[in-house]
């Protein structure tokens, strides 16, 4: 058992993972580029024009693949921080962290397509429907962690207090989308919910598809380049760090 | 019975003390000493259990008191820097609540008797919170007259104590420690003891050895 | 384990007769927040009776939050917490004995004043008591999630505004069945299907909120 807890405890350490992410971000940064392009051609050029919605609709492939991560991102960050709080890692926590901004930009870019889709659409910027309100929510979320980590000086310390907020957030996250929904249903307005899937063109999903792989590889690629001034700065005064090239210089 | 194997606690970014070890028996006192931000009020915290430590081990009985912590709560007595008393409360009020979170059975009658052991004799009834720090402190410090716990983890205990109190309280130590209790303290002033042995960790130096 | 629960609960009360501004500033804020907002809105009474129910809810919510910085933030700075977190008593009981305490004191009296309150917004007897209703039902789960938020900010600079920000959002389901619910008998739909939400909503959170906050006491008081 004790030996075990070692072996995690070395194979999550900072030193080791400083230079893999090093090594890993540019291949995530290149496949990020490479499948953002192919994504935004094949979703501007290829695919074909809504014959109800014109044009317009074409942001859907920015904005259904950024709400699909701003979720993922935040169930990727209750993984790490429950792995922080069971296994008391230092690197989950600093994962944690890393992926927060992303998460956080991810549901502001899904809240502001979503927007921009729905002028043109239902000839508001805003509707209170059930989707865009647990967005908000969830943007509301991710403000609460990085609101609450800056606040706490003492890294590990916050590192702690953030995780046990991100799983009660993610504990929340059904119970709010589910209340928003039936709150949505009672009060039913003007708004037109948006049936999408079924009635879509192939090439409409592939391309989405492709930008929901490209958004994937791009949180990737920024949390390990975050990662890594992460542990840059909380690690400054291990020796490891200032035996590295790029400091030595 | 007590034991501490390669603790290690970091605050903020800095290692406070590491490699920490040693170990405590019946009928012993531990004085820590350094100096300020040497990590003695740090060291206490972890020993009680507040503070989790980045890496190694604080064992009590052989088993981790973090695997225990009702258990091991009712055999340690822990005053830190703060009282632990409301300010609203009166004396007397203040220690029957705190005596009944220990598990404690303590009839009023006998709360009286502690108080006015302490000195505090006709301020029993009064709200804690006109009192002077030394009385505030006395009422803390009352617990351990009621305390039926083996281990005793004093932080600073005679700050704020006039001369009397600190006498009384010293006996109140050497008492418990010959009938077979530990303690671990830390302070400025010497410890006097009149059986027992007092051992000696100085925290803050390049290398922490062991006692 | 219960008489420790009963020691806690029986020293917070305590402790609110003896300092009573504290239960009066969360009442007040209720009522005056309650009373403004037909001076913004207007004195239509069918504009202020459609408006009721979440007014109410919304001025409970910020009311219940207001009143959580002292839940904990007393307990922390004179060293209470700490001892009550290595007595050999659990912790989660005795934080459940906390928000008990702090419901009674805080939760309460905006349910009793509610009917009052309710008369200046010209809501039908029959919608003053499931408003009576869901805020019995719901404040309990406000003041249990609400010290979540108590207990991670504790101490921390900026703590009040801070914990607006973690908690409102967790409050939301709350708001929306408790609002819901007035309003669906108000409306003739029948409410019981948002009071069973609520009833739900509390037995998660008298599960769950006492670990989450004892887990957050335990970083916090490091």
Redesign the interface.
């Known amino acids: 058992m004790s030996s075990n807890r070692i072996n995690w405890f070395k194979y999550s350490s900072p030193a080791t993972f400083y230079p893999l992410a090093g090594k890993l971000a540019p291949w995530f940064t290149a496949i990020a580029v490479i499948l953002i392009m192919v994504g935004l051609y094949m979703g501007f050029f290829v695919a074909p024009t809504d014959y109800k919605q014109g044009e317009g609709y074409r942001i859907i492939f920015v904005h259904v693949p950024a709400s699909w991560m701003s979720m993922f991102i935040y169930l990727v960050m209750a993984f790490w921080a429950a792995m922080g709080l069971v296994f008391?890692t230092r690197m989950s926590g600093m994962m944690v962290q890393s992926l927060a901004p992303t998460g956080a930009m991810f549901t502001f870019l899904a809240l502001w397509t979503g927007a921009f889709w729905g002028k043109p659409m239902w000839g508001t910027w805003w509707v209170w429907d059930a989707r865009l309100t647990s967005e908000l929510i969830l943007f509301f979320l991710y403000i609460g962690y990085i609101a609450l980590h800056s606040s706490i000086?003492?890294?590990?310390r916050a590192d702690r207090a953030t995780a046990i907020l991100v799983l009660v957030g993610v504990v929340n996250i059904p119970i709010i989308y589910y209340s928003v929904q039936w709150w949505n249903t009672l009060h039913q307005g003007a708004s037109v919910s948006v049936k999408s899937g079924s009635s879509m063109a192939s090439v409409m999903l592939i391309s989405m598809l492709i930008m929901a792989f490209a958004f994937w590889a791009y949180t990737i690629a920024i949390s390990l380049a975050r990662v890594r001034s992460i542990i840059l700065e909380?690690e400054?005064?291990k020796q490891w760090v200032s035996e590295l090239p790029e400091i030595k210089q | 019975m007590l034991e501490v194997n390669n603790l290690e606690v970091?605050?903020?970014?800095?290692s406070l003390f590491s490699e920490l070890g040693f170990s405590l028996n019946t009928g012993e006192l531990l004085h820590l000493l350094g100096h300020n931000g040497s990590g003695k009020t740090t060291l206490l915290?972890t020993l009680?259990?507040?503070?989790?430590p980045?890496q190694g081990v604080v064992s009590w009985k052989g088993m981790n008191i973090r695997r225990q912590r009702?258990?091991f709560?009712?055999e340690?007595l822990?005053l830190?820097?703060?009282?632990?008393?409301?300010?609203?409360?009166t004396a007397v009020?203040n220690l029957r609540?705190?005596s009944?979170?220990?598990?404690l059975d303590v009839s009023d009658d006998e709360l009286w008797q502690v108080l006015e052991k302490m000195g505090l004799y006709g301020h029993e009834d009064l709200?804690v919170g006109v009192l002077s720090q030394g009385q505030k402190r006395r009422v803390s410090l009352a617990r351990l007259l009621l305390s039926k716990s083996p281990l005793w983890l004093l932080d600073e205990p005679f700050t704020a104590l006039d001369k009397a109190a600190v006498d009384f309280l010293q006996t109140v130590i050497a008492e418990h420690v010959e009938n077979d209790g530990m303690v671990i303290l830390t302070t400025h002033q010497d410890v006097g003891l009149t059986t027992g042995e007092v051992k000696q960790l100085r925290l803050g130096w390049k290398k922490d050895g062991d006692v | 384990m219960f008489?420790?629960f009963y020691?806690?609960v029986m020293?917070d009360l305590?402790?609110a007769v003896?300092?009573r501004s504290d239960i009066l500033t969360t009442v007040f804020f209720f009522i005056i927040a309650i009373s403004l907002f037909p001076l913004g809105v207007g004195p239509e009474l069918n504009t202020l009776r459609e408006i009721a129910p979440g007014v109410f809810w919304v001025a409970a919510l910020l009311a219940s939050m207001l009143a959580l910085e002292r839940l904990f933030a007393i307990d922390y700075?004179?060293?209470?917490l700490?001892?009550?977190?290595?007595?050999?008593?659990?912790a989660t009981i005795?934080v459940l004995a906390k928000v008990l305490a702090h419901w009674l004191i805080t939760g309460v009296p905006l349910v009793l004043l509610s009917p009052l309150l309710g008369l200046q917004y010209d809501l039908s007897s029959e919608a003053i008591q499931v408003l009576m209703l869901t805020l019995f039902l719901g404040t309990p789960s406000l003041s249990l999630i609400g010290a979540i938020g108590a207990a991670l900010t504790l101490g921390l600079r900026g703590g009040g505004v801070l914990v607006s920000l973690l908690v409102l959002p967790l409050y939301i389901p709350v708001l929306i069945f408790g609002a819901g619910a007035v309003e669906a008998t108000v409306s003739g739909l029948g409410g019981a299907g948002h009071i069973s939400m609520l009833g739900a909503i509390f037995l998660l959170s008298l599960v769950l909120s006492p670990l989450a906050t004892v887990a957050a006491l335990?970083v916090s008081?490091?």
């Open positions: 008391n000086d003492d890294n590990r909380r400054r005064d | 970091i605050r903020g970014d800095r915290r009680c259990g507040l503070i989790k980045s009702d258990e709560a009712l340690m822990f830190g820097h703060l009282n632990g008393i409301k300010a609203d409360l009020e609540i705190l009944r979170l220990d598990g709200a | 008489k420790a020691t806690v020293r305590l402790l003896r300092n700075a004179d060293g209470t700490e001892q009550m977190l290595i007595t050999p008593q659990p005795l335990r008081a490091e």
